[in-house]
């Protein structure tokens, strides 16, 4: 076990930031003693490590600064408050606004009178916050009862946090906003603090004031505003306001043309965006949400399943794992997340034992992140996300109907085609690494063992997911040349490798508002077009490493 001395106070003080406890807020002072007493020991592997970076001296931007900080984009995810340390986010553990400066005493320094606020942060603790998308009123702080009632118990004092905001309305300095929320990913368990952080941009203190709060003694309010020239919200989602209520007025966004082209048929709904002509709307296919099979396409049964219960933990005694290989292909963190690309990734099915929230059913659960079709210049529709997503998580499946390849009348003449070829993605087309040592998988009725001379001697592909006409939002993504998913094939209900699941993946962490694409793979000049003439496809990627064509 280790001690956390990492809480805000204990940090402040060892830092030099306050050099005298008794020049800290009561808030700071109380903290400091209460950890050192009881000798605070924890178990949670955020605090440990943050307490181990304070020690060490091993977090970034060791003085406070003001402003955006590199690296940290708006709609930055933070699994707890340690992460916001390790970064220089938001420097105190819990203390909701981070500034610089003596507390009580007004002192100048670079023509700045401080106390000055760098961060804040706003989570549902304070009864008297409100906030929306562009404008926040934050209630000041202290003499609060956090984590109990969450109230007011007697007047706010301008000191501390509530001196430093007053100092930024003076001077025009812009605070860091961070907005929390109730969310299973968290690291911690406790139902208090069970949040999940998200960075929302440069703030400017327009007004402050004090009032009567609900708790009927006084509070500092103050109203922040929402620095213009940031990444546009073009949804609110992506922002939890306080109390873990989300906003959903998208009618009043510009450019709005489809509130949700899921029709409800997926657990978040996908708006649709056209700023070049607000009338159009995606047109000509419907959407579905799961994979629909043409009659004369027969899915094998059902392949048998492991023995575990609830979800599945051992990979030693459970048969799934030992498909993959040995082990799980996910980790469990933010609801699941590949390791790595694999040739196939066999997932639990029908007649397995766990339930639908194992880990080794991670592609199943549906869509996790915001996702947003929107309208471009040269491509045509195109999809995004008010999510950030971390690397090997799951974005969406490639749904429409299930076809046999051969009774497609021109696929050159369909945009919509995904034809199933494992054996592609197998030799690491794409950028990926083709590994032959994972490959002693039992690959189905098509191969018992793949080895190097089955590999070259590649079947055509026999089927295809036809999205032309029956399609998720998959089918607005497009491709490009350094793309940010890559392609995954998954078994889960059957074991065929000819008719496997074909699911996107994150392929690195991928900022929010970032433009989705994998590598559609294309030879150059293979496609001939119905008059048997070569067809060609200028690419807009607009990557260095575009290859100017798609084929
Ligand atoms: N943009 C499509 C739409 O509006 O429905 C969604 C993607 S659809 C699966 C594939 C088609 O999108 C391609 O045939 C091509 O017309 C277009 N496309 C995709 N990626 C492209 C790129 N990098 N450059 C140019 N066109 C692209």
Not at 371 to 398: N, Q
Not at 465 to 477: E, L, P
Not at 498 to 510: P, T
Request: glycine share 8%; proline share 5%.
């Amino acid at each position: 076990c280790y001690r956390v001395n990492g809480s805000a106070s204990d940090h402040e003080i060892a830092n030099g930031k306050i050099k005298d406890k008794e020049e800290g807020c009561e808030g700071h002072v109380k903290q400091a003693k209460r950890s050192k007493h009881k000798g605070w020991v924890t178990k949670r592997p955020d605090l440990k490590a943050i307490s181990e970076m304070l020690n060490k001296n091993e977090v970034l931007y060791h003085e406070r600064y003001f402003g955006d900080l590199p690296g940290i984009e708006v709609g930055h995810r933070f699994y707890s408050r340690a992460e916001m340390v390790a970064v220089g986010l938001h420097k105190l553990l819990l203390k909701r606004i981070d500034y610089i400066g003596k507390p009580y005493v007004k002192s100048e320094y670079n023509g700045y009178t401080f106390p000055l606020a760098a961060a804040i942060v706003m989570s549902g603790q304070y009864e008297d916050d409100f906030g929306n998308r562009e404008e926040i009123v934050y209630t000041g702080e202290g003499e609060k009862d956090i984590p109990g009632k969450k109230r007011q118990f007697s007047d706010q004092v301008m000191r501390c946090g509530n001196l430093a905001l007053k100092n930024n309305k003076k001077q025009s300095v812009p605070v860091r906003v961070i907005r929390g929320h109730k969310c299973d990913d968290s690291y911690s368990k406790k139902v208090y603090s069970k949040k999940v952080y998200i960075y929302d941009g440069l703030y400017k203190v327009t007004g402050y004031w004090d009032e009567k709060g609900v708790s009927g003694f006084k509070v500092f309010k103050y109203r922040l505003k929402r620095l213009r020239g940031q990444d546009n919200l073009t949804s609110q989602n992506q922002v939890h306001f306080v109390r873990g209520k989300v906003s959903r007025v998208q009618q009043e966004l510009p450019g709005l043309v489809c509130k949700d082209l899921s029709n409800g048929q997926e657990d978040k709904c996908i708006p649709v965006f056209n700023f070049y002509n607000p009338s159009l709307a995606p047109t000509g296919f419907k959407y579905i949400n799961s994979i629909k099979v043409a009659k004369n396409v027969s899915i094998p049964p059902d392949a048998p399943g492991c023995n575990c219960r609830g979800k599945c933990t051992n990979p030693r005694s459970c048969s799934c794992a030992q498909l993959n290989g040995g082990d799980f292909p996910y980790v469990s963190r933010d609801g699941g997340r590949l390791f790595e690309a694999k040739d196939v990734v066999f997932e639990c099915g029908p007649n397995c034992g766990c339930g639908p929230e194992c880990v080794n059913r991670t592609s199943q659960q549906g869509l996790k992140y915001q996702l947003e079709v929107y309208r471009t210049k040269e491509k045509g529709w195109a999809v995004r996300s008010l999510d950030f997503i971390p690397s090997g998580a799951p974005v969406c499946e490639y749904v429409g109907i299930l076809r046999k390849n051969d009774e497609l009348e021109d696929i050159s003449e369909n945009d919509y085609i995904f034809e199933i070829d494992c054996w592609h993605t197998m030799k690491g087309i794409g950028g990926r690494e083709r590994r032959l040592g994972d490959v002693s998988l039992p690959m189905s009725n098509l191969v018992d063992e793949v080895d190097e001379r089955t590999l070259e001697s590649e079947p055509e592909p026999e089927f295809c997911i036809d999205a032309s006409s029956f399609g998720n939002v998959a089918r607005f993504i497009n491709h490009s040349c350094d793309p940010n998913l890559f392609v995954q094939c998954i078994l889960s209900s059957h074991h065929d490798v000819r008719l496997a699941r074909i699911v996107l993946f994150a392929a690195d962490d991928i900022p929010r508002m970032q433009e989705l694409t994998y590598d559609y793979n294309y030879a150059i000049d293979s496609v001939i077009g119905p008059d048997g003439k070569t067809k060609q496809l200028p690419c807009f990627c607009g990557t260095s490493e575009c290859r100017k064509r798609l084929y």
